[in-house]
């Protein structure tokens, strides 16, 4: 999910998150999310509702897969 100058990620396989910022950091190479938690929590949220929202909406007209 990017959402500005933010960009985080979800390792399914490793059950983690990692959070870079693009403006400062183009080739994601300075893992953020352990300094930055409150921009962490913000875009962890926003992913657990853009994925809510997607599981709710399959199948539904309109949805793209």
């Not at 400062?24 to 913000?42: G, W, Y």
């Not at 949220?45 to 539904?60: D, P, Y």
Request: aromatic letters at 8%; charged letters at 35%; proline letters at 3%.
């Amino acid at each position: 999910l990017i959402d500005g100058d933010w960009k985080i990620c979800f390792h399914a396989g490793g059950n983690r998150y990692e959070l870079y910022n693009l403006a400062d950091d183009p080739n994601e190479k300075k893992d953020l999310f352990k300094r930055r938690p409150k921009v962490a929590r913000r875009m962890i949220s926003a992913l657990k509702s853009m994925v809510k929202l997607a599981l709710k909406t399959e199948g539904q007209v309109g949805h793209v897969k």
